[in-house]
């Protein structure tokens, strides 16, 4: 069953809920889409897939020209197969040209997929897109190599299925002040085509690093939980000058279990954008520098004058952080007590 | 329960951790060329390597690695068989050079069917070079079977296999039947220490090599990647170095400069 008016054409953006309202991510995706409808005059959609969306949907419909809800019980969690088989449907009957989904777990769950369903190609973690006016094909630029190169690629075949990087565009700015039409469309779901079946969710702390005004980030310099203990004592003094403080890390981190992944910032962790970026005991690998891009002023603290982490940092002490970030942290209080 | 049969996708890559300066860019050509940095196996599917050594521990279990290239490093990928795995398959030729994430999933799908059947099959999340991170769940849709991505633990229970699958704020437990595909993420841990010994031990052990004849593909039916434009990433910024006697007189003069600087 399907009531979509069949029309050919168009920007789909794969909407994702965060909490109660829509993740910052897809206020990205809408201010992309809308930048190259500017220029192929095309319509903007955005899709939500879930169950007892209403709100989440009225809040998109603020950014988008109209917003599809697929309202289902069976969608109510996310499970890769059946979104997959519901978004493939949504597509089929509304033919865009292009959709575009976040670079987050979710999406890259399901774009292969669907991209497999509709037999065209995909291109993932973009950076900038555009259309080639005499063709109407796609180019998508994206960082490879761990972000040591930048590459572009020309997609022919629509509709060209694009997950953009977080970060790498300005989200939609004000919601209009006309609400795009609110559509219920009711795939067809097949529940038996569900193999992979979900026995428990474990939540680990939220976090929102996306949000931090500053970061302070530990790499494989800090070794053990002696270390950790500073970096967070940091976090903590930082947290009386600026809002929102969070501790990040790269990958050795993670893989050292001293933070848990969600905290992990880098090619395949966050890509943040804070006022400040502490990188502590970071030698700085691309892989990792290309999740901070967007810093507006990196501080780097390595014991080592030839980590590269000193070439992508607006500031850098040359010291073991085990004496640098004591001298600071305690400097940092006396600050704070002469406000 | 019979043998459970394990397969392994590894790539080889220019080493993802080499400096930035040793990826030289041929804008004419289109090409990236690495100077002075060895291949490595692709480090997330090291990581898949290093689940599928963890199963065998605990079940009867085969598994068998296969790489996909024009041109093959035999002693890079024989680290796989000095870790543990039993068989190295190399899928080598010519026209499998640079290839889309598609077709490369093709070829891949192509090889495993043609083995004498698969229980698991393990991919990274991602390659290490051209950062794609579609290739294994293509090939899950190409053999029609359960695809899970991100895996950060993979155990194997009642011809079923659990997967921990990373999510937003934390990981999902699931569960599907077995034939199944899982991209796995580095949360699953690092490839075990292989010693020289054990690479020097497996360097004589036969390696299976095909072809595209061999496969059965016919070369016009594989795709390239697309590539209109190359650049390099700059990503340097000008570092004011803080200055200072000691580390500790460098962490005062920081919190000093971020005062001045207006920075808190």
């Known amino acids: 069953m399907n009531n979509a008016t069949r029309e050919d054409g168009g920007i789909l953006v794969l909407a994702e809920k965060e909490g109660q309202g829509i993740a910052p991510m897809t206020l990205e995706l809408l201010g992309m889409g809308r930048r190259i409808a500017e220029e192929t005059k095309e319509t903007v959609y955005a899709a939500m897939l879930g169950h007892e969306i209403a709100n989440s949907t009225k809040e998109i419909s603020q950014f988008a020209d109209r917003v599809y809800s697929l309202d289902h019980s069976l969608l109510a969690n996310f499970q890769a197969e059946l979104y997959a088989g519901a978004l493939e449907e949504l597509c089929r009957n509304l033919n865009p040209d292009i959709v575009l989904m976040g670079h987050t777990l979710t999406s890259l769950d399901l774009a292969p997929r669907l991209a497999f369903k509709m037999g065209v190609q995909i291109m993932t973690d973009c950076i900038q897109l555009s259309i080639v006016p005499e063709t109407g094909n796609l180019l998508c630029s994206k960082p490879v ?11 022919k075949k629509k509709p060209f299925i694009v997950t953009l990087r977080p970060k790498a565009v300005e989200p939609f700015g004000q919601p209009r002040p006309v609400q795009g039409e609110i559509i219920d469309f009711d795939p067809v779901i097949n529940e038996s085509t569900a193999k992979v079946q979900l026995i428990e969710t474990i939540r680990e702390e939220s976090v929102s690093l996306n949000k931090a005004e500053a970061i302070v980030a530990g790499g494989r310099g800090i070794r053990d939980a002696e270390g950790l203990k500073l970096l967070k004592e940091l976090v903590r003094v930082l947290g009386r000058h600026l809002n929102r403080v969070e501790l ?40 990792h520098v290309t999740g901070i891009l967007g810093a507006k002023k990196i501080i780097a603290i390595n014991s080592n004058p030839k980590a590269p982490i000193f ?12 004496d640098v970030l004591p001298a600071l942290i305690r400097k940092l209080e006396e600050f704070g007590c002469r406000n | 329960m019979s ?13 993802p951790e080499g400096p930035a300066d040793a990826f030289q860019v041929d804008s004419e050509a289109k090409k990236i060329i690495p100077v002075g940095i060895p291949p490595v196996i692709n480090p997330f599917d090291e990581n898949a ?14 598994v068998k690695v296969i790489s996909m290239g024009g041109q093959l490093a035999r002693p890079v990928l024989r680290k ?23 077709s490369t999933a093709y070829v891949l799908a192509s090889a495993i069917k043609k083995m004498e059947g698969y229980d698991l099959i393990l991919t990274g999340r991602q390659a290490g070079d051209w950062d794609f991170g579609v290739t294994g769940l293509l090939i899950s849709e190409i053999l029609q079977i359960p695809g899970i991505s991100f895996a950060q633990k993979v155990e194997i229970e009642d011809h079923h296999v659990l997967v921990e699958k990373l999510s937003l704020n934390g990981y999902e437990v699931v569960k599907a039947p077995l034939p199944v595909l899982v991209t796995v993420s580095g949360e699953a841990g690092e490839l075990r220490y292989v010693s020289v010994r054990a690479l020097q031990g497996v360097g004589k052990k036969p390696i299976e090599t095909y072809t595209a004849k061999d496969l059965e593909i016919a ?3 594989l795709e390239g990647r697309k590539i209109v434009d190359l650049v390099s990433t700059n990503v340097r910024r000008e570092c004011k170095f803080i200055e200072g006697v000691s580390p500790l007189e460098k962490g005062e003069n920081l919190a000093a400069c971020m005062k001045n600087e207006m920075l808190i």
Not at chain 1, 252 to 280: C, F, H, M, N, W
Not at chain 2, 3 to 15: F, M, R, W, Y
Not at chain 2, 89 to 102: A, G, Q, R, T, V
């Open chain 1, 145 to 155: 190599y761990g972000g040591k190169v930048v590459t572009t690629f020309e997609l």
């Open chain 1, 248 to 287: 990040g890390g790269s990958r050795p981190l993670v893989d050292a279990r001293l933070i848990p992944s969600s905290r992990q910032i880098g090619l395949t962790g966050e890509k943040v954008a804070p006022a400040i970026y502490i990188a502590v005991g970071i030698s700085g690998s691309l892989q």
């Open chain 1, 311 to 322: 070439g992508a940092a607006d500031y850098g002490v040359i010291g073991g952080f085990e």
């Open chain 2, 3 to 15: 043998k459970l049969n394990v397969i392994v996708c590894a790539k080889q890559v220019p080493d």
């Open chain 2, 49 to 62: 390597l290093e689940v599928a050594l963890r199963i065998k521990e605990h079940h009867a279990a085969t």
């Open chain 2, 80 to 102: 796989a068989l000095a870790a543990g795995a039993d068989d190295l398959i190399l899928l080598e030729d010519p026209h499998f050079k640079d290839l889309n994430s598609f």
């Open chain 2, 219 to 221: 070369p016009a039916s």
